[in-house]
């Protein structure tokens, strides 16, 4: 009982900040209490033995607990970035058709349109497709778009060949915590 009591603390330590497994962890921390009370009395019918780990146990549940308020508030964070994500608001795409090739690159231009009460920022997914190069994929930032606004973008690629077909594949919303790649 008294080393479950430790195992199940320290668990619950170590993965209480972890988005979403914060509730197991929880509910190690709760188990570390109940098995540092029957470790205790255990340990007091054999001479002390595992008074050590129980103990221990009784002293990590707290701390478990404590990480996982932390996680939970962690939890609540990585949910509302994903939700803005994938739903970026009520929006209007316009794409100006067809794209244009100067030079050796293909651009594509259009607008986008903010139908919503609050600022909002989207990531545009466009696909450039040509018999010499295959499919390419472009992705563009449109940052800042007030409420009713309507902001141009303009996507560009090196493309070969002579024709080109170009589509806006998604719409989404900004990248989680301001993680963005390059295109």
Request: aromatic share 10%; net charge negative.
């Amino acid at each position: 009982m008294a080393i479950t009591a430790f195992v199940t603390g320290i668990s619950g330590v170590a993965l209480g900040w972890v988005p979403f497994v914060f509730v197991v962890a929880a509910a190690a921390a709760v188990a570390a209490i109940v098995f540092g009370v029957l470790g205790l009395r255990a340990a007091g019918r054999q001479d002390g033995y595992g008074r050590g780990f129980a103990v221990a146990g009784l002293a990590l549940a707290p701390c478990a607990l404590a990480v996982c308020v932390g996680g939970f508030f962690f939890t609540r964070a990585v949910v509302h970035e994903l939700r803005d994500f994938v739903d970026p608001g009520p929006h209007e795409l316009v794409v100006d058709q067809p794209c244009t090739i100067t030079g050796g690159q293909a651009t594509l231009h259009g607008t986008i349109r903010n139908l919503d009460d609050r600022d909002h920022d989207y990531r545009l997914f466009v696909e450039f497709t040509s018999s010499a190069d295959g499919t390419k994929l472009s992705t563009i930032g449109v940052t800042d778009v007030g409420p009713g606004e309507t902001v141009p973008w303009s996507s560009s690629i090196d493309i070969t060949g002579s024709t080109v077909t170009c589509t806006v594949t998604d719409v989404f919303g900004p990248v989680p915590f301001d993680f963005d790649q390059q295109s």
